[in-house]
């Protein structure tokens, strides 16, 4: 491995969803059961093109808009 060389990896950095766009939601809780959910993480499972997106969504558990709940509803309806 020491002779390898480093290759570059098609990755976007930069995230899609902002962090203070829109309102927080009134309950994160719901948002949570929903993001964390066995059959969201199924859906990554049977559903690759959908994985990239989750991730996303996954990012703003922590402080949850309105946003990212639209965003979350939206590959639920995938």
């Given amino acids: 491995m020491s002779e390898c060389k480093p290759c570059l990896a098609p990755v976007d ?3 899609k969803l902002s962090d203070t766009d829109g309102a927080l939601v009134q309950d994160a809780t719901d948002f949570r059961s929903l993001a964390g ?12 093109d959908i994985v990239y997106a989750v991730q996303q969504v996954c990012l703003h558990m ?3 808009r309105e946003p990212h709940l639209a965003a979350l509803k939206s590959i639920l309806r995938c």
């Fill in 13 to 15: 950095t930069n995230s």
């Fill in 62 to 64: 922590h402080a949850p």
């Fill in 37 to 48: 959910a066995l059959a969201l993480q199924y859906l990554t499972f049977t559903r690759p």
